[in-house]
């Protein structure tokens, strides 16, 4: 079992930036892929990134167009979402997710956190 808790969300005027954290606590950390999501109301849950168990590889949406990146510290059981040049349409709930198998959807993730909600204002 693990726990995941993200904090770091709020309300951040348009072009502005946010980090994201996610703490992991219970099983080993360093056994599980960490990914990003978010989704808005009415919206199916979005893939944003991932990053591989050691942190040595990345891969993100095609959509982020390079302005979200994502790193982790195994030392602190966290990852980060490092949100840049924030819009109003990434409005949404953060979640983080954590799964043995590395993964582009949310299926493939065993475990989530509750969300953490960014608000970008114009």
């Known amino acids: 079992q693990v726990l995941l808790i993200e904090s770091g969300g709020g309300l951040v005027q348009a072009g502005g930036s946010l980090r994201l954290s996610c703490v992991a606590s219970g099983q080993s950390f360093t056994r599980y892929h960490m990914g990003w999501f978010r989704q808005s109301p009415g919206q199916e849950r979005e893939f944003l990134g991932i990053i591989t168990t050691s942190g040595g590889l990345t891969h993100y949406a095609d959509s982020l167009n390079g302005r979200f990146t994502i790193s982790r510290d195994n030392a602190k059981n966290t990852v980060y979402l490092q949100m840049n040049i924030l819009k109003v349409d990434d409005t949404a709930v953060y979640y983080c997710?954590?799964?043995?198998?590395?993964?582009?959807?949310?299926?493939?993730?065993?475990?989530w956190g509750q969300g953490t909600q960014v608000t970008v204002s114009s």
């Open positions: 997710a954590a799964g043995v198998a590395a993964g582009l959807t949310a299926a493939t993730y065993d475990y």
